[in-house]
Every structure is written in C-alpha cells, then in structure tokens.
C-alpha cells in the first residue's frame, strides 16, 4: 500500500501510456472493421473467407506476433507502434465478425422500405443501416476494448511501457504491491472505458431505452390482463 | 523479411529442435500445459457451467464472472502468483485456469441454453428426469457451443503458456525469452513462429472436430434446424460479448 502511495505519479504515467497504446487500436480496429464487414455481406462470396481469416487471426498468440510484426513491417520490438498494430489486428479479428452480423441483422423490408422512401446507396447506409447496427456494434466494440487493455501489459516482457511495467518491475523486484496497483489499475481502466462507451451509446442511440421500455410495458399488460 | 528467412533456417538446424532445451521437448512441454490447464479448467467449469445452463440459476454471476476475467490482466496474474507461491509451474496453471476455465463455463452454459426448449419440454414429456434430460438432450445438443468453449480456452491457455517461462517454467516460451535476453531476434521469432504454429494447429484439429462431430446423428450443429440456429447464433453471440 504505501509502495502504491509513493509512487503514484509514476502509476499514472504508465496509465497514460496503456491508454496511448490499447485506445488507439480499438479506434482502427473499429473503423475498419465497418467497410470490411459490409463487403463481405456485400460480396457474399468473400463472407466466409473474409470471417474465417480474420478469426484466424485472433488464433495467433499475442506475444509471438509482437515479435512477429517487426519482421514484417520493418518497425523494432520495442516500439510502441509495433504494439498498436498488433492489437488493432486482434481487434479487428474480434470486430469484423460481430460487425458484419450486427449489419447483417438488418432485415431486408427495413432496406427495401428505405429504398423505397428515396434514400440512395450511401445515405441508407449511413442513415438507416448503420444506427440499426449500432447496438450489436456496440456489444462488439465493448468486447475488444476490455480485451486490448487487459492485452496490452504482455507487451511489457518485450520493454514497451505500459500498466505491464508494474508486472515486470514488481516481478524482478519482488514488489507485490507494484503488480497489485498493476492489475487494480487496468481492471479500473477497463470498467471506466467500457462505461464510457455505454454512455456514448446512450447518446448516441437514444431510441435504445424506450424499445427497452416497450416489452416491459407489454409484459406487464398481459400480467394485468 | 530478411530477418524471417534466418529465423527459418534456424529452425531447420538440426540443433534448434534436439537436445533437452530444443524445440521439441520444449513444444511437448507447452502441449502439456495446455492439457494440464485445460484439464483443469474443464473439470472445474464444465460441471458448473452446465449446472448454471440446465438449472438456469446463477446466470447474472457467470456473466459478471467471464467479463471480470477478460478485464484481468494475465501478465498480472501471473508475477503476483510467482511472488507468492515461487518459481515453477504452479503460478502458471493458476494464471492459465483462471483465465481459460471462464471461457469453459460461458461455452458450457451458452450450450445448454441453446437447446430449443421445445426439446427440453418434449424430453421431459416422455418421461425423462432432470439428470436424463441433461446427458441425453442437453449436452449432445449443445456440444458445438460447448466445444467451441473449449476451443478458445485452449487457444488462450496456448498463447499464455509462452508466459510461463517469464516466471522459471518451461514451454516454447523458453527460447522465446532467451532470443529476448542475448538480442538474438532470429532465435525469437523463430519460436514464435513455433507456438503460432502450435495454436494454428489445435485450432484447426479442434475445427476438424466439430465438424465431425456434427455428422454423428443425434448431435446437431447449430443451424441445423432453423429454429436452434438462429437462437443458437443469439447465444454465441453472446458468450463472446460477456
């Protein structure tokens, strides 16, 4: 405890810079994921491939393609860019697949009525398909930020400075309350993040809560009936 | 890509592969952790996690359960067990069961309930009890969620295992580090090729499997029928979101 109390400026540092590494990749791996998923539901064809690959991906270990990615990309193990890239890649393993699902979900008479109504190919898309989406997209973004910030401390056995630090360090240096602040912190990271996102959803999906309400309502009529 | 080809013609050296530090030995040992810890995880989750589908009681708990574990860091997990219980192997098998026995029971749970409840109903019509309904609908019915739990508990106890050697014990992680510590990047990347190999490997045996499994009649594969599916889809959907 009084480890953690002593060195909360650096506690904090080592928070910024997990952030600076995990919310990056979950950006990329989100914006992404939408045109990758839309062409695959496009291009029926692709679909499986374009799902089975990425899932693939999501196969591969962490730390081995940490090491890996140097050799492809040109850039060296201990740069951070290395590891925002391999998690944008594990993101968007997770997210292409519940992206292209959540846009699928859309039914074909909400389309076709859309069309109907005058809204070209992008404006439907946009203005129609997507919000419909968003709730499952929701779902899939919140599953890739939790992971990606409990992923990024691996990248600290390779020297990348991050909440793992508190890992490493406390490990080499016997310092159980370095690893303990280490896990509180993510685990705190993780929650706050993953609300934030729950209430940017609010926001933005304001309809969200009343079709919630609705069922409810409902139930409670034939209750009473 | 320079840096690929001498990791590859490291590993076609005879030396990289025998001896009691090569890459064999060290391969069966990451395979035997991951049949240790799945083990382990399976013994613990699967009862639970099909007592909590059949029973569907404690629902809420499992949920909260599976999300806190994906939250946990296993870095963390890991050096704070090595602290305390010292250098070995016990630190990472408690890393690697707590995080792969959530993943078991949500497979597990998702399974059950995906079982068309028609189905449940009907067996129980002919007379079934809750014991009978459970062995003979419930989990042939719901062993591709199942399975596909297993699945991913197998490849992250795979990838995790790498870890292992950070705190003393062995696995593919061995050579991993080692490359690390004398800046040998060729000897790193050649291990991990190895265990991406090794995880490319399970999951595809694991696939093959489920495929198989889904032409012994009796045991259907979401899809099959059109009701199942879609709700089987919902549930699956699911497990990987909580």
């Known amino acids: 405890m009084t480890w953690i109390l002593d060195n909360l400026p650096r506690i904090g540092e080592l928070t910024l810079a997990h952030l600076a590494l995990s919310l990056p990749a979950v950006i990329i791996a989100f914006v992404l994921s939408i045109p990758l998923a839309w062409g695959a539901n496009r291009v029926r064809v692709l679909r499986e491939p374009v799902l089975t690959g990425t899932g693939l991906l999501y196969a591969v270990p962490s730390l081995p393609l940490f090491i890996l990615l140097p050799a492809l990309i040109g850039t060296s193990v201990r740069d951070p860019l290395n590891v925002v890239i391999a998690l944008s890649i594990f993101g968007l393993a997770l997210m292409v697949r519940s992206a292209a699902e959540a846009l699928d979900a859309v039914t074909d008479d909400v389309r076709t009525s859309a069309t109907a109504i005058g809204f070209s190919g992008v404006g439907r898309f946009f203005t129609v398909e997507l919000p419909l989406a968003g709730p499952a997209l929701l779902a899939g973004v919140r599953v890739v930020c939790v992971s990606s910030i409990s992923l990024v401390s691996v990248s600290a056995v390779l020297g990348v400075s991050s909440l793992g630090s508190l890992f490493t360090d406390g490990f080499a240096r016997d310092i159980i309350g370095s690893i303990v602040a280490g896990i509180l912190m993510t685990v705190v990271l993780a929650l706050i993040c993953d609300l934030l996102l729950v209430l940017a959803g609010r926001m933005l999906m304001p309809w969200q809560q009343t079709r919630r309400r609705r069922p409810l309502l409902a139930r409670s009529r034939e209750v009473a009936a | ?242």
């Open chain 2, 1 to 242: 890509m320079s840096n690929i080809l001498e990791a590859l013609n490291w590993l076609l050296t005879a030396d990289a592969w025998t001896g009691p530090g090569g890459l064999w030995v060290r391969s069966l040992e990451h395979l035997a952790y991951t049949l240790i810890a799945l083990g382990i995880s399976a013994v613990i989750a699967l009862p639970l996690g099909l007592a909590i589908g059949h029973t569907r009681k404690g629902r809420g708990i499992a949920i909260v359960a599976t999300g806190a574990a994906r939250a946990l860091p296993t870095l963390g997990l890991l050096t704070l067990v090595a602290l305390v219980t010292g250098i070995g192997l016990t630190a990472p098998m408690v890393a690697l069961v707590v995080l792969a026995a959530p993943s078991v029971l949500a497979g597990a749970y998702a399974g059950v309930e995906s079982v068309n409840q028609a189905t449940v109903d009907a067996a129980r019509a002919q007379g079934m009890n809750g014991w009978q309904v459970l062995t003979r609908v419930e989990i042939p019915l719901g062993l591709p969620l199942i399975l596909s739990g297993l699945r991913l508990a197998a490849l992250q106890i795979i990838a995790t295992a790498t870890l292992a050697a950070y705190v003393g014990a062995g696995g593919l992680g061995r050579q991993l580090f080692l490359g690390l510590q004398t800046y040998d990047y060729s000897v790193m990347l050649g291990a991990s090729l190895v265990v991406i190999l090794l995880a490319i490997l399970v999951d595809t045996a694991f696939g093959l499997t489920q495929r198989l499994l889904r032409r012994v009649p009796g045991l259907a594969g979401p899809g099959k029928a059109p009701s199942t599916g879609t709700r089987s889809r919902r549930v699956r959907a699911n497990m990987t979101a909580n």
